[in-house]
């Protein structure tokens, strides 16, 4: 088993292979979107704003906004131009923090 399998904490969000990211199970998955959060909550709070609600981060950077859903077709291509996992943020509609899409 890999080590950010077991420990998703340990291992940049960014670094992990987008198969081994499919491979997860839910909790890990939501760990790893955790880690996410925490470490670029402020970006994704700075650029959820205006109509946009979705966020695509790829490369530690957002690349894509957008007012309606991200696709799981764009989100592939996305990971095919910039070689690295991309993860997508929704606001949360309550307002509380943005939270993930698996």
């Known amino acids: ?22 491979s997860m199970n839910p909790r890990q998955l939501s760990e790893l979107y955790d880690r996410v959060l ?6 994704v709070k700075r650029s959820l704003k205006g109509n946009t609600r979705f966020l695509a981060l790829c490369d530690k950077k957002v690349v894509l906004s957008s007012g309606r859903e991200i696709s799981n077709e764009e989100v592939r291509e996305l990971e095919r131009k910039y070689g690295k996992v991309c993860y997508v943020i929704t606001e949360d509609l309550t307002g509380e923090f ?4 698996f």
């Open 1 to 22: 088993m890999h080590e950010a399998k077991r420990h998703p904490r340990l291992v940049d969000p960014f670094d992990i292979p987008p198969e081994e990211r499919d």
């Open 98 to 101: 943005p939270c993930q899409k």
């Open 38 to 43: 925490e470490e670029y909550g402020s970006v």
